[in-house]
C-alpha cells in the first residue's frame, strides 16, 4: 500500500517571500502521479500541480512549483513570491497510474499561512 | 460551467441514525468519487462510482454505500452513524475516461454526530 507523508503540520511565510513544503511517499509502483492539492480556508479543494513519475523535468504552474526525486521518493512544493491568497492547507497526494478507477492517497496536510 | 455541488452543506445527526449525502458533478463528467476528511485521519477514499457502476472502493466499513444515477448524480449513505463518522465529506467528479483526468471537488457536506 502507498503512504504519503508531510512532516511539516504548520508553517508560516512573510508575503512575497518563498516557501517549500514536504513531501514524501512510499510505493513500490515504477508509474504514477504525483499532486499538490491546496484547501483554503472554507473554500473548495483545488489542483495546484501536478507531476507525472516517468517525466524528469520537474513541474511548473506560475509561482508554484515542483522538486521531485524519484529515488529518493520525494515531492516538495515550491511557492514563490507568496501571496495572502495562498493561505491554505496544502496536500500531497499520490495517485497509481494505470488504474482508471483513481483511488488517491493524500497526506496530512500542511497548513500554510502567509503573513502580511 | 457549473461546478460540483454537494447537498446538504451541513447535517447534524444521532448515534443509530442513518445519512444519505448527495453529489452531482460537473456537466459531462462520470466519474465521482466520494471522500473523508477529518482532522485525525486527514483526507480517506472512500468509493469511486463511473456509469452508475462502483470502481474502486477504499477501507470502510459496509455502513458506507453508494450509487450512481444515469445521470452521473451520487449519493452516499451511512448508516448506523457512529460518533467517528463525524467529518467533511467531500466529493470530486471528472470525466472518468482514459488514463488521467484531472478531478474536481466539491464543497463538502460537513456531518455532524451527537
Known amino acids: 500500500a502507498q503512504t504519503v507523508t508531510q512532516s511539516q503540520p504548520e508553517m508560516s511565510v512573510q508575503e512575497a517571500e518563498t516557501v517549500t513544503l514536504s513531501c514524501t511517499y512510499d510505493?513500490?509502483?515504477?508509474?504514477?502521479?504525483l499532486f499538490w492539492y491546496k484547501q483554503p480556508p472554507s473554500r473548495q479543494m483545488i489542483l495546484v500541480i501536478r507531476?507525472?513519475?516517468?517525466?524528469?523535468q520537474n513541474a511548473t504552474e506560475n509561482r508554484f512549483s515542483v522538486n521531485f526525486q524519484k529515488a529518493a521518493k520525494s515531492f516538495s512544493l515550491k511557492i514563490s513570491d507568496s501571496q495572502l491568497g495562498d493561505t491554505a492547507m496544502y496536500f500531497c497526494?499520490?495517485?497509481?497510474?494505470?488504474?482508471?478507477?483513481?483511488?488517491?492517497?493524500f497526506g496530512p496536510g500542511t497548513r500554510l499561512s502567509v503573513l502580511p | 460551467k457549473a461546478g460540483v455541488t454537494q447537498t446538504p452543506r451541513y447535517l447534524i445527526k444521532t448515534r443509530g441514525q442513518q445519512v444519505t449525502l448527495s453529489c452531482s458533478p460537473i456537466?459531462?463528467?462520470?466519474?465521482v468519487s466520494w471522500y473523508q476528511q477529518t482532522p485525525g485521519q486527514g483526507l480517506q477514499f472512500l468509493f469511486e462510482?463511473?456509469?452508475?457502476?462502483?470502481?474502486n472502493k477504499g477501507n470502510f466499513p459496509g455502513r458506507f454505500s453508494g450509487r450512481q444515477f444515469s445521470n452521473s448524480r451520487s449519493e452516499m449513505n451511512v448508516s448506523t452513524l457512529e460518533l467517528g463518522d463525524s467529518a467533511l465529506y467531500l466529493c470530486?467528479?471528472?470525466?472518468?475516461?482514459?488514463?488521467?483526468?484531472?478531478?474536481?471537488f466539491g464543497p463538502g457536506t460537513r456531518l455532524t454526530v451527537l
Open positions: 462510482y463511473f456509469s452508475e457502476t462502483q470502481r
Open positions: 507531476q507525472e513519475a516517468y517525466k524528469q
Open positions: 510505493t513500490s509502483e515504477n508509474n504514477y502521479y
Open positions: 497526494a499520490f495517485m497509481k497510474l494505470g488504474n482508471y478507477g483513481q483511488n488517491f492517497v
Open positions: 470530486a467528479s471528472r470525466t472518468g475516461t482514459g488514463d488521467y483526468n484531472e478531478q474536481f
Open positions: 456537466s459531462g463528467h462520470r466519474s
